[in-house]
């Protein structure tokens, strides 16, 4: 028995989620008791890189059928390859690919997919833990019998610098397609609309609230994303009103980040706001509301007028680099 992780690859590029799983296997495994295996689909460099990371075993799996992704393919790939491995847990990342082809894998082996996880807690049985009603509720799902059991992890729930690094042996398994129809044809990727920032792949992040009052007051915080070299967001209502573009939304509706440093002005901390940036690693709020749900989640409060407050930090800051 095992913890698979499956590792996905676009292009011969790694999406960034697949770091993040890995380190949610690695932290699997410890916990457990078991050994963690990975499996790279049609990409032999990928996963010899992913070999320098601490697993028992990286499974290459290619074959021709394999070079574009199709759900038929992907799914008669992985199915022999799980029977083969015979894990006791596999884990996705939570990407639009995953979510073609995962719950019919699984349901290949009498399960069912356990999808968007954000956190797991180990009973007799482990129990996923997951958001209903774009976060309002968390449900908990437990597993039994033999398994092989089926989830994928949310972005930034778990965060990829835990990852451990280690040497491990790549095996190549090349999956038998006797008997496969693959019916679909291979087509471009999906792909999320153009964004001038991938506030995903940021560190750190000033994002603004409805505490701004109107968009003619967006240069003030903007002026703080600036002096900290962070990129600017904003939650759903200054994004719906037009004040700033859509694609710097974060939010359950918008991106899910995971910056080393968020900073909340003016943000009073709804549920649907808090699902998109809860896993960064350090969270400071600014807001007048000594009482405003963002205090329960921040590692640093500030209370008092953004007004006054924001310039304060921007010229600290300025000072601090000597400008």
């Given at each position: 028995m095992s913890i698979l992780v499956i590792l996905e690859q676009q292009n011969g590029k790694w999406h960034r989620m697949s770091w993040e799983t890995l380190a949610a296997g690695q932290q699997f495994g410890a916990t457990l008791n078991l050994p963690v295996e990975a499996a790279v689909i049609g990409a032999p460099a990928l996963a010899a890189e992913a070999a320098t990371k601490k697993l028992a075993k990286v499974?290459?799996?290619?074959?021709d059928a394999l070079k574009d992704y199709t759900a038929d393919a992907y799914t008669a790939a992985l199915e022999a390859l799980i029977k083969k491995a015979n894990p006791k847990f596999v884990l996705f990342p939570h990407t639009y690919q995953v979510r073609d082809f995962a719950p019919k894998l699984a349901t290949r082996f009498h399960q069912m997919l356990v999808s968007d996880v954000?956190?797991?807690?180990l009973e007799a049985q482990p129990v996923f833990v997951r958001l209903l009603f774009q976060g309002k509720l968390n449900g908990d799902v437990r597993v039994s019998g033999a398994g092989p059991f089926f989830a994928s992890l949310q972005a930034g729930a778990w965060r990829a610098d835990s990852l451990e690094s280690g040497t491990a042996p790549v095996e190549q398994f090349?999956?038998?397609?006797d008997g496969v129809k693959i019916r679909q044809k291979p087509e471009a990727p999906f792909r999320e609309s153009a964004r001038a920032v991938d506030l995903t792949a940021a560190e750190l992040i000033v994002s603004v609230g409805r505490g701004i009052?109107?968009?003619e007051n967006i240069p003030v915080v903007e002026e703080l994303a600036k002096a900290l070299g962070a990129e600017l967001a904003a939650s759903r209502p200054i994004c719906d009103a037009g004040w700033l573009p859509m694609e710097r939304q974060v939010g359950s509706s918008g991106q899910t980040v995971?910056?080393?440093?968020?900073?909340?002005?003016?943000?009073?901390g709804a549920i649907q706001h808090l699902v998109g940036m809860k896993g960064a690693k350090t969270?400071?709020?600014?807001?007048?509301?000594?009482?405003?749900?963002?205090?329960?989640?921040?590692?640093?409060?500030?209370?008092?007028?953004?007004?006054?407050?924001?310039?304060?930090?921007v010229e600290e800051v300025k000072k601090a680099k000597g400008v």
């Amino acid at each position: 028995m095992s913890i698979l992780v499956i590792l996905e690859q676009q292009n011969g590029k790694w999406h960034r989620m697949s770091w993040e799983t890995l380190a949610a296997g690695q932290q699997f495994g410890a916990t457990l008791n078991l050994p963690v295996e990975a499996a790279v689909i049609g990409a032999p460099a990928l996963a010899a890189e992913a070999a320098t990371k601490k697993l028992a075993k990286v499974y290459s799996v290619e074959h021709d059928a394999l070079k574009d992704y199709t759900a038929d393919a992907y799914t008669a790939a992985l199915e022999a390859l799980i029977k083969k491995a015979n894990p006791k847990f596999v884990l996705f990342p939570h990407t639009y690919q995953v979510r073609d082809f995962a719950p019919k894998l699984a349901t290949r082996f009498h399960q069912m997919l356990v999808s968007d996880v954000i956190s797991v807690r180990l009973e007799a049985q482990p129990v996923f833990v997951r958001l209903l009603f774009q976060g309002k509720l968390n449900g908990d799902v437990r597993v039994s019998g033999a398994g092989p059991f089926f989830a994928s992890l949310q972005a930034g729930a778990w965060r990829a610098d835990s990852l451990e690094s280690g040497t491990a042996p790549v095996e190549q398994f090349t999956p038998s397609f006797d008997g496969v129809k693959i019916r679909q044809k291979p087509e471009a990727p999906f792909r999320e609309s153009a964004r001038a920032v991938d506030l995903t792949a940021a560190e750190l992040i000033v994002s603004v609230g409805r505490g701004i009052k109107e968009k003619e007051n967006i240069p003030v915080v903007e002026e703080l994303a600036k002096a900290l070299g962070a990129e600017l967001a904003a939650s759903r209502p200054i994004c719906d009103a037009g004040w700033l573009p859509m694609e710097r939304q974060v939010g359950s509706s918008g991106q899910t980040v995971a910056p080393k440093v968020y900073m909340a002005v003016g943000i009073s901390g709804a549920i649907q706001h808090l699902v998109g940036m809860k896993g960064a690693k350090t969270i400071v709020a600014i807001n007048k509301d000594a009482n405003a749900p963002i205090f329960e989640v921040a590692d640093y409060g500030i209370v008092g007028d953004l007004f006054e407050v924001v310039p304060a930090l921007v010229e600290e800051v300025k000072k601090a680099k000597g400008v």
